[in-house]
């Protein structure tokens, strides 16, 4: 069984930083790609940043230059760190692991940004 364990989410004031962990455990084949998308009330969820099994990353322009996502194999960990964040940045945040057989989704983990 998979499971996608996410930590790091929080309440910081605008301008802070926070960092995003997600460890993947239980027996998956060939992660392909790593990624976070958020999703805020009343809104779609969107892919914030994705990083692929070659190390190729890619960002939503609301956050780029302030975020960066990388990713440990050994560990099948997947990093989102945040600077500068603002307001508009308050979501649930979740995690996603796409393997050659399969999709998976973390629990989701809220950040807060306060004004």
């Known amino acids: 069984q998979v499971r996608l364990v996410e930590s790091g989410g929080g309440l910081v004031q605008a301008g802070g930083s926070l960092r995003l962990s997600c460890a993947a455990s239980?027996?998956?084949?060939?992660?392909?790609?790593m990624g976070w998308h958020r999703q805020a009330p009343g809104k779609q969820r969107e892919l914030v940043a994705g990083?692929?099994?070659?190390?190729?990353?890619n960002y939503s322009d609301s956050v780029k230059g302030r975020f960066s996502i990388y990713r440990d194999n050994a560990e099948n960990t997947v990093y989102l760190e945040m600077n500068s964040l603002k307001p508009e940045d308050t979501a649930v945040y979740y995690c996603?692991?796409?393997?050659?057989?399969?999709?998976?989704w973390g629990q989701g983990t809220q950040v807060t940004v306060s004004s």
């Open positions: 996603n692991v796409v393997s050659a057989l399969s999709a998976y």
């Open positions: 239980g027996r998956i084949y060939r992660i392909n790609f």
């Open positions: 990083v692929t099994s070659g190390g190729i990353t």
